[in-house]
Every structure is written in structure tokens, then in C-alpha cells.
């Protein structure tokens, strides 16, 4: 699969900066080492560019070559990166305690995450159980479309914000518009109706999940709170009668205390 991005038409844009992030970009999910061959594959880039790509980058601290292997992993560079970006979230520290008492309770996993380009990305999560099934991690991406998370997203943006995540899933995964249809209408309506969205098993076939947005931006940014359950332990019409109502009075909770903070940022 090619993560090759579309050029915008500018003078204003890094060509080469664009190419060396699209290269960091190929490490996902099972995707811990690649080779120069298996990054050109999937960039679209020649094997040229990316072996200056990865020289560089591993010159910068930001990808490891592993010898034995012939192959490239991401490096410490990019943990560092990360770990300043989170630690500048303060609505983490604020809704750490908080979501741990939730996923307690239910027997669930809450999270926390934010819009990173078609995806939902986790930026917290805090787990009450033990199943293997189940087990979602900060820098978790998931599908916007799929999952209660993305969907609460959607369903709060504004127009003009929702029709550009929509053009853009359009264009570059089209698939994901194609495998839920009228899936964004009935998430609206929910959200409209109850204050939150719901995935029943869209994404995990075994997982039912609630997602509740902050009504607030906060530091710019638009933060969704979900609750996931494994299907087992809930009982028909549990995921709105007992998970919904919990998370949403947790994020009312924490929403009063981002307030008296000051913005949680």
C-alpha cells in the first residue's frame, strides 16, 4: 500500500521534507523494519531518493539501521518527538484518574484521542481488564469511520470542517466512505439526540464501543473520550443504557475541570 502524498500546488510547499515524513510514515502497525525497497514500494519514491531518506534520517537520530537485519526501524527520535507532544497535553494528567475508575467499572478500555489525517489517534488510554482481544495503546491509529471515536469526531465538527475530512476520505480512502454507508447520519443523529456515537463491532467484530467528544476545544484541539467493551461482558442494550450515560457524565466532569484549569493545556 503506497502512503505517497498528494502534492499540493505551491511554491510555499517542502517537497523534500514532505518525502522524508511519508518515509517515517511507513511504519505502522506490524510494520517494525523495512528495507530501502519496501519503503520505495510503498512511498512511490525511487530507491535513489530513499536511500538519502534514510541516511538522513538515521543520521538524525529519527530511524535505527539494524545490521543483522538489512533493515531500517523507527529510532528514538521519534519517541522524543512524541513525548514532548504529549506531555504539552494537559487534559491527559486531568483525565488520567478519571478514565481508570471508568474502565473499572465497566470492564472496558477508555481512551482518549484526537484527528490526525482520516484517523483517530489515541493519546491515552487506561484499561480494566485483562483480555489479550482488546488491547489499544497510545499512538493507536484507528479508522475515522469505523469507530465510535471517529465517529463522535465527525458527528461534532463543523460543517465545513466535516465536509473536508469527507472529501479527503474520498479521495484517498474511498473505501472507508464505501463500507458504511449512512453510517454518518445516523452517528449525527445520535449525537444530536444523546450526546454521543457509537461502533457495534464495526471496527473489532468482538468490541462495542460509546464516543463522547469534549464540547470544547481544547488547546486548539477537538479531544474525543471512547469506552470499548468486549462483547461478552455486556448485556443487550448495556452499551446506552450503562456504558453511554458513565462516559458522558465523565466527560461533563472532566469538561468542568479543563474549565477550572483554564483550558487543560
Known sequence: MKHRPVIPRSPAFATTLANGLSVLECFRGGDLVLSNRDLAERTGLSTATISRMTYTLALKGLLMYDAQLRRY????????????????MGLRQL???????????????????????????????CRGHVLTVFRPDIGARLPIMATAMGRAWLASADSRERQAVLDELEQ???????????????????????????????????????????????GGERF??????????????????????????????????????????
Not at 526501524?73 to 504539552?88: D, E, K, P
Not at 468482538?206 to 476545544?217: K, S
Open 73 to 88: 526501524r523507527l529510532g528514538a527520535g521519534v519517541l522524543s518527538l512524541s513525548h514532548v507532544l504529549l506531555s504539552g
Open 95 to 125: 483525565a488520567r484518574s478519571r478514565m481508570r475508575e471508568l474502565a473499572d467499572a465497566v470492564g472496558g478500555t477508555v481512551s482518549l484521542g484526537i484527528y490526525d489525517r482520516r484517523h483517530m489517534v489515541y493519546v491515552e488510554t
Open 172 to 218: 484517498r480512502e474511498p473505501e472507508q466512505l464505501q463500507r458504511f454507508p449512512g453510517v454518518l447520519e445516523a452517528a449525527r443523529l445520535d449525537w444530536d439526540s444523546h450526546g454521543y456515537c457509537v461502533s457495534e463491532g464495526d471496527w473489532l467484530a468482538d468490541v462495542h464501543a460509546v464516543g463522547v467528544p469534549m464540547r470544547m476545544l481544547v
Open 224 to 265: 474525543v473520550f471512547n469506552c470499548g467493551v468486549v462483547r461478552s461482558r455486556l448485556k443487550a442494550g448495556e452499551l446506552r443504557s450503562e456504558v453511554a450515560p458513565r462516559l458522558r457524565a465523565m466527560v461533563d466532569d472532566i469538561g468542568r475541570l479543563v474549565g477550572e484549569e483554564g483550558g487543560g493545556t
